[in-house]
C-alpha cells in the first residue's frame, strides 16, 4: 500500500553544474524538494518507487543501481538509481520484485534528476526502482500502474517526477497559452490537496498540447494512492523560464 509520496519538477536545470550560473534560481525549488524527500524517509517504506516521463522508446522499469548522466546536457556528471547491486547487497540477495538487470538500459533524464535528488539527500533506506512512463500514456493505464505499483509491497513510497505546463510565458518552451496558468493552478490544486479524483481527470489532450510531462507520472500517483487515505501539501509553485514547477507531498 502507498503510505507517501513526493512529488517533484524534473528538469535537468535542478541540477546546479547543469544550471551552471542560472543555478540559484533554482534554490527555493531544491530546498522543497529536500524536504519532499525527508518525508520518504519518514515514512520507513520497504519498496521506493522513482516514477518519471520518459519517451518511449526509454520508457519501462529500472532496477536499483541502474545509471545515468548529464553528458547530454554538456555536464560530466553520472548518476546512479540507489547503490548498485553488488556493493551494499549481492545480486542474489536483490529483492525479488527488482527488475531483470539483463534489461538495464541507462536512466531517462527524468529518472536522473531523480536519483540525483536521492543522492543529495543520501537516501538508503529502502530498495528503489525506476519507471520510465511514455508521455502519451493513456490515463486508464497510467491509473492501472499505479494500483500495481502500490500492490507491490506492505509499504510503498513513490517519488514522482515531472513539470506542469511549458507554455507560462512568450519564452518558455511552447509560448504562452492562455490555457496554461489555470491547468497549473489546477494540478497544483489537486496534488497540494491530494485530491486523488481530481489528479485522475487531468486532461491529458490537453497536457500534451500544454507540453505538461508531468501529467502521465501524477496519475500513476493517483492509481496508486486509491484507498489509502492520505493527506497532501503543496511546498512550491513557480513558473522559471515560463514552466510550471511544483512540490508537493503525500503522507
Not at 529483492?95 to 538495464?104: Q, V, Y
Not at 500492490?151 to 513510497?157: L, N, Y
Not at 491547468?183 to 491530494?194: I, N, P
Amino acid at each position: 500500500m502507498l503510505v507517501a509520496a513526493a512529488v517533484c519538477p524534473c528538469p535537468p536545470l535542478l541540477v546546479p553544474e547543469v544550471a551552471a550560473g542560472a543555478a540559484p534560481e533554482l534554490d527555493a525549488a531544491r530546498a522543497a524538494c529536500v524536504d519532499a524527500l525527508g518525508v520518504l524517509a519518514a515514512a520507513r517504506p520497504d519498496l521506493l518507487v522513482v516514477v518519471g516521463p520518459a519517451e518511449q522508446s526509454g520508457g519501462g522499469p529500472f532496477a536499483q543501481g541502474t545509471a545515468g548522466s548529464f553528458r547530454g546536457f554538456g555536464v560530466d556528471l553520472a548518476v546512479r538509481l540507489g547503490a548498485a547491486l553488488g556493493t551494499d547487497q549481492a545480486p542474489d540477495q536483490a529483492p525479488d520484485h527488482a527488475p531483470d538487470r539483463a534489461a538495464e538500459r541507462e536512466l531517462p533524464a527524468s529518472l536522473a534528476v531523480g536519483a540525483w535528488l536521492l543522492e543529495r539527500t543520501g537516501w538508503a533506506d529502502a530498495p528503489i526502482e525506476g519507471l520510465g512512463v511514455g508521455e502519451p500514456l493513456a490515463p486508464e493505464r497510467c491509473i492501472q500502474t499505479g494500483r500495481e505499483i502500490g500492490a507491490r509491497a506492505e509499504r510503498v513510497a513513490l517519488l514522482v517526477l515531472g513539470d506542469a505546463s511549458a507554455c507560462r510565458s512568450v519564452k518558455a518552451p511552447g509560448y504562452l497559452d492562455e490555457r496554461a496558468a489555470p491547468f497549473d493552478a489546477e494540478v497544483a490544486r489537486a496534488l497540494g490537496a491530494a485530491d486523488v479524483a481530481a489528479v485522475k481527470a487531468l486532461d491529458a489532450e490537453l497536457a500534451v498540447e500544454l507540453k505538461a510531462a508531468g501529467r502521465a507520472p501524477w496519475q500513476v500517483l493517483a492509481g496508486a494512492a486509491e484507498d489509502a487515505g492520505l493527506s497532501g501539501a503543496l511546498l512550491y509553485e513557480d513558473a522559471p523560464y515560463g514552466v510550471g514547477y511544483l512540490v508537493a507531498t503525500w503522507s
